[in-house]
């Protein structure tokens, strides 16, 4: 197998997560070895490193349960995704003007289940 | 075409998108929700540029009170907040939800629905951002909202709160956007396009993907830890939640910038191919040094704390300084490409031409300030304002118009005018460093940052007028854009599938390509290595050099220019192209 082909998806994230975890060691070295900041640096750092070993882990998984790629789903209802993008915002709007906004996102929430799964029952 | 071309593996539903507006707004095709993406942050980024020249017509003289001084800083909070989170990475974001399944033959982005919800959140969020701005007592602590001045006690009221909803919101509308790109490179590929045979352009997107994914999720957290902040101030008592929060927004806060960078080499890097004429130099080189930079910039965010005191800045100056070498090589394949090729001088090559030795200044001036000893100097002074506006504005900004004028005729169908193209590039160019070169000297004289007027007689007067002048002069180059797709869209001369005789596989469709972007008529061309086209075209050479006939079939290149495209985008030229004369366009 030649280079190009080894350079799959998945190592190519893992190399990319392998290339930060040694930058994270080294930052742990520095900060272990005297030279200033805290441990919780490294931490934040060592948390993205395992966001995307899990990338790569998932991209495995992926390919081992569905090796080919199997086509073409239509997305369906995208106005539910309308929807709970207004009811997320209306969430947070609770921080700006009280606790009363949020309580609008709940109907909003299940109007975008309602439409998600009015397929099914139609 | 038999031969050449590899028929997609799947057989495109029927069922399509709505017509008219609704088929917009609730589209699941990528195309248009990156084309919605592009649009959406064009206009914010003449909002926030109204907000920058009203800034620099404050401070065009000494004295001025154009803004109160609280206006001011709530004026430069949006206009930074609103540049990074609501212009420049849903840009970046955008061109790939846009290009990435195109270039690698995919029939759409994996999980639309996800990116329509990261569109639908990122529109949510400059909602929320705006109105917290038009709220009286906006948010002002900056678009970094260091606490505790973000926090209810020193800013109370809606603003700063609408504040950190919009950005959580528009960081969590990234996440969705840039994972679902990032999952179609991973995951989707057409047969044949293996990862190295990818474009330049979607290793970019890649890396950009990669890094939103690790980088942006502590943004979420310290928004989150603000926001709870902000409901209960005494769940955050002592000094080490100040330093946690500027830790989690800088492990974002930097990564964040090449996420705004990453996009526009690629676009800069497809646009100086096609128009060298040959293929990108280094490709190999280039893909790996993208790998080392994008980690690099992961492991720099503490030289924005050097003068806090509590970090290590020997290891970050160490990493910041290292970022030269994979920068190094990048320019290094910009400038192999350019090397012995035959320029055409479109209105995409000058601003992609324009972009390398501008983006060379904020980079240079980036590894001046990653020696501490030269950031405590010149932290918090227009030195600073003006290395991140060559790399942002003078760097980024110039590889998207690349990018722009490069892909509209495909998005549209129709070409842009080229002479008025140039027209905005030449005003662009005047107008960037006319505002930014005056920035180093102000900063060098001890201009400090956040001023919302200074004093006749501290000696910055001439070099901020000169400043003021060179923002009028951007803001005029965005008109003569503006009109010139305001003519272009009139004019309608038709790009055809392939007008620059550009090497990657979305040239080998329609313009504007079909809802699954390729089918019978578009079938998706044999890829054999990351510039498709060229192959095709260097085969066809090839035989008729041998005298061998063509099959019919097997004739026309994918994506021959229309006959209208030549007469906006210049003198006619042979197709396939011939080859450079330093070589047959093989890398090097």
């Known amino acids: 197998m030649d280079v190009e082909h080894r350079f799959t998806a998945a190592t190519v994230v893992a190399i990319w997560g392998a290339m930060n975890l040694v930058l994270t060691l080294l930052l742990i070295g520095f900060i272990v070895g005297g030279f200033g900041g805290h441990l919780f640096t490294a931490a934040i750092y060592g948390g993205a490193v395992i966001i995307v070993f899990t990338v790569a882990a998932l991209v495995v998984l992926a390919r081992r349960r569905h090796p080919r790629w199997r086509g073409l789903r239509v997305a369906r209802r995208p106005a539910a995704v309308l929807l709970l993008a207004v009811g997320f915002t209306l969430l947070w709007f609770g921080l700006a003007f009280g606790g009363w906004v949020p309580m609008i996102a709940g109907p909003v929430f299940i109007a975008a289940l309602g439409l998600e799964f009015y397929p099914s029952r139609g | ?588």
């Open chain 2, 1 to 588: 075409m038999t031969s050449e071309a590899r028929l997609v593996p799947y057989a495109p539903p029927a069922e399509e998108d709505r017509e008219g507006l609704s088929g917009w707004l609730l589209t699941t095709d990528h195309k248009r929700i990156g084309i919605l993406t592009i649009g959406t942050a064009l206009v914010l980024f003449l909002f926030n540029g109204v907000m920058a020249l009203t800034m620099r017509a404050q401070l065009a003289q000494p004295d001025q009170h154009i803004l109160s001084p609280q206006g001011y800083l709530q004026f430069m909070t949006m206009h930074g907040t609103g540049m990074i989170a609501l212009t420049i990475t849903p840009l970046a974001v955008g061109l790939g939800v846009y290009l990435v399944p195109l270039q690698i033959g995919a029939p759409r982005i994996a999980a639309p629905r996800a990116t329509l919800l990261g569109y639908w959140l990122y529109v949510c969020s400059a909602i929320t951002l705006i109105w917290g701005f038009l709220t009286p007592g906006g948010a002002s602590s900056s678009w970094w909202g260091y606490t505790p001045l973000s926090t209810s006690t020193y800013s109370p009221g809606p603003g700063q709160s609408l504040w950190t909803a919009g950005f959580f919101l528009s960081a969590t509308g990234m996440i969705l956007m840039s994972t679902t790109t990032l999952w179609t490179m991973l995951r989707m590929r057409a047969p044949g396009v293996s990862m190295m045979r990818m474009p330049v352009f979607c290793w970019t997107q890649l890396v950009t993907a990669l890094m939103v994914v690790a980088a942006f999720p502590p943004l979420l957290a310290a928004l989150a830890i603000l926001a709870l902040w902000r409901l209960d101030p005494s769940l955050f008592t002592g000094h080490i939640w100040n330093v946690v929060y500027e830790n989690l927004f800088w492990f974002y806060g930097h990564p964040v910038v090449y996420v705004m960078f990453f996009p526009f080499v690629g676009c800069v890097a497809e646009s100086l191919a096609t128009f060298a004429g040959r293929r990108f130099f280094g490709y190999k080189g280039t893909t790996i040094s993208l790998l080392a930079f994008a980690t690099g910039s992961m492991a720099v965010w503490g030289h924005h704390m050097f003068v806090t005191g509590v970090q290590v800045n020997d290891y970050f100056s160490l990493t910041s300084i290292m970022l030269s070498v994979p920068a190094g090589i990048e320019y290094f394949g910009f400038l192999g490409t350019l090397w012995g090729g035959r320029h055409r001088y479109t209105t995409s090559m000058l601003f992609a031409m324009t972009f390398i030795p501008q983006f060379l200044v904020g980079g240079l001036t980036g590894i001046l300030v990653a020696n501490p000893a030269i950031d405590y100097q010149v932290n918090n002074t227009y030195f600073i304002v003006g290395h991140f506006h060559y790399t942002l504005f003078a760097g980024s900004v110039f590889g998207f118009f690349a990018g722009f004028y490069f892909w509209f005729p495909k998005a549209t169908g129709i070409m842009l005018n080229e002479r008025i193209g140039k027209l905005h590039w030449a005003l662009l160019t005047i107008g960037a460093n006319t505002t930014f070169i005056p920035f180093f000297i102000l900063g060098y004289d001890g201009m400090p940052r956040w001023m919302a007027t200074y004093p006749a007689g501290a000696g910055w007067t001439t070099l901020s007028l000169i400043s003021s002048i060179g923002a009028g002069i951007i803001g005029l180059s965005f008109m003569v854009l503006i009109y010139n797709v305001y003519v272009s869209a009139r004019a309608k001369v038709p790009a055809g599938p392939n007008p620059w005789r550009a090497y990657t596989l979305e040239w080998a469709t329609s313009s504007p390509p079909p809802r699954y972007n390729f089918n019978l008529a578009n079938p998706v061309p044999r890829v054999r290595s990351y510039a498709p086209l060229l192959d095709i075209w260097e085969q066809q050479r090839e035989r008729r050099r041998e005298g061998q006939p063509w099959a019919a079939s097997e004739a026309p290149a994918p994506g021959a220019p229309a006959p209208g495209a030549q007469a906006a985008a210049g003198p006619p030229r042979q197709s396939p192209p011939d080859p450079p004369p330093s070589g047959p366009g093989k890398e090097r």
